[in-house]
């Protein structure tokens, strides 16, 4: 199993950027793919983006696509998801989670998931 930790999280302007970190510990973390996912409430929780393991393939939902960047250091065992063009709507609690599923970059397969960090997108 793998344990993660999101952080970076805050409160940010319209059109502003945020930087999310998630540290992965307890097995190789060069073994998964890694994704995010976000939860607003009262919503569905949503995949936001997903690599692969190896960092060489990328995933976006088509909501973000162009203004968020998933990418990782496998050596330092983290994932990050820059955020730029911040919008209200991207406000949501934001999920780290790790796979081993070839479907990964189609949100399936994630078997592990941090605590979550809140972005909140004010007007």
């Known amino acids: 199993q793998v344990q993660l930790v999101e952080s970076g999280g805050g409160l940010v302007q319209a059109g502003g950027s945020l930087r999310l970190s998630c540290a992965a510990s307890?097995?190789?973390?060069?073994?998964?793919?890694m994704g995010w996912f976000r939860q607003a409430p009262g919503k569905e929780r949503e995949f936001v983006a997903a690599?692969?393991?190896?960092?060489?393939?990328?995933y976006y939902t088509d909501s973000v696509k162009g203004r968020f960047t998933i990418s990782r250091d496998n050596p330092k065992n983290k994932v990050y998801l820059q955020m730029i063009s911040l919008k209200p709507e991207d406000t949501a609690v934001y999920y780290c989670?790790?796979?081993?599923?070839?479907?990964?970059?189609?949100?399936?397969?994630?078997?592990?998931w941090g605590q979550g960090t809140q972005v909140t997108v004010s007007s």
């Open positions: 989670a790790a796979a081993t599923s070839t479907y990964f970059w189609k949100g399936y397969g994630y078997d592990y």
């Open positions: 307890g097995r190789p973390f060069s073994t998964y793919a």
């Open positions: 690599i692969s393991a190896s960092g060489l393939s990328a």
